[in-house]
């Protein structure tokens, strides 16, 4: 089954820092994935999302996402960010073929300091 | 929007108590499933079902057992529980797995 790694565990910036959270996964076939976020006691979000077309996905409240085949990323950027975006980011992957094994990473929190 | 409602937001039960968890959604959709969520290791999959009364192992399905007698309702049940199933468990919902919906979740505390 495939895998994915998020490197980053905590991540503080300061509010207007730029942001980037990396994402790997492992899997050789054609792959979906995803970006969900949980803010402080609520449920995951999902941020945005890749199928296909145009490796640059661009998510709500301004996050976007860059699928890089030849490095297996998904790198998830924010120019600007702001204290609201305290929250923990989860990237995930879907086979192509197989849409019913949605796998995680273990997740990166975020701490913007305002 | 879709909604997935998970019955209980907070559990406490005891060592060896069988346990279950209710989950139920309300757009129709075929697949469901059930990850447990721990600080540092992300979301783990422990079931899934793709049709009425089709179940899948996930990672981790040690321990654990599911039912989906309507295409509505999937349960989680912890046969015997044990302190080391204390977690936060989150049911999803999706069609054709085109992006997961996500219940508020249910955390369970095993003493």
């Known amino acids: 089954a495939q895998s994915v790694s998020q490197h980053n565990h905590h991540v503080i910036l300061s509010e207007a820092a730029s942001l980037e959270l990396g994402c790997n996964y492992s899997?050789?076939?054609?792959?979906?994935l995803f970006w969900y976020v949980q803010y402080p006691g609520q449920h995951l979000q999902l941020l945005l999302k890749?199928?296909?077309?145009?490796?640059l996905v661009k998510g709500i409240k301004g996050f976007e996402a860059e699928f890089i085949k030849s490095k297996f990323s998904f790198n998830l950027r924010k120019p600007s960010v702001q204290w609201s975006d305290t929250a923990e980011y989860f990237c995930a992957v879907t086979s192509g073929n197989n849409n019913n094994d949605m796998r995680f990473g273990a997740g990166t929190r975020l701490t913007v300091k305002p | 929007d879709v909604k997935v409602t998970q019955s209980s937001r907070y559990l406490v039960k005891r060592t060896g108590e069988k346990v279950f968890l209710e989950c139920v959604q309300d757009m129709d959709h075929e697949n469901m499933f059930w990850y447990r969520q721990d600080p540092g290791l992300g979301l783990r999959l422990i079931y899934f079902s793709y049709d009425v009364k089709m179940k899948e192992k996930g990672d981790i399905p040690e321990g654990y057992s599911v039912s989906r007698e309507k295409k509505e309702r999937f349960s989680l049940i912890l046969e015997s529980a044990s302190t080391n199933q204390t977690s936060m468990y989150l049911c999803?919902?999706?069609?054709?797995?085109?992006?997961?919906?996500f219940g508020s979740g249910t955390r369970l505390t095993v003493v």
């Open positions: 890749y199928f296909s077309g145009d490796p």
């Open positions: 999803a919902s999706s069609f054709a797995g085109y992006g997961y919906t």
């Open positions: 899997y050789g076939g054609t792959v979906n």
